[in-house]
């Protein structure tokens, strides 16, 4: 079961700085099935699942929150998926419009 998540609910888990971990990065959360259950469900592209596409992964600097970044057909446009750190599950997703949010 997918959760899209609230722009209220989304930016409770950021912490007082986003820090890029995609280099980095050692989950013991596998977002595929989730990222699956969106495939079926007609969200994310079927060459995202297939090729596990991820653009970045930020972290917040309490490492409780990773905001995985799934490319979109639009490069302005991601569909992130919220990894619970904390409790070791997604907690859902989010559409972020980097244009809208941040002028780029």
Known sequence: MTQELTEELFRATFGDEMLDVTESIESTVDIWEY??????????????????????VYRNNTSTFDHVLLPTENPNIYLVII???????????YWLDMGKEYGT
């Not at 259950?37 to 060459?47: D, G, H």
């Not at 990894?83 to 997703?93: A, F, I, S, T």
Request: net charge negative; charged share 25%.
């Open 35 to 56: 990222v699956g259950e969106l495939y079926v469900e007609e969200v994310v592209s079927e060459y995202v699942v297939a090729n596990e596409l991820v653009e970045k």
């Open 83 to 93: 990894v619970d750190l904390v409790n070791e599950n997604v907690l859902g997703h």
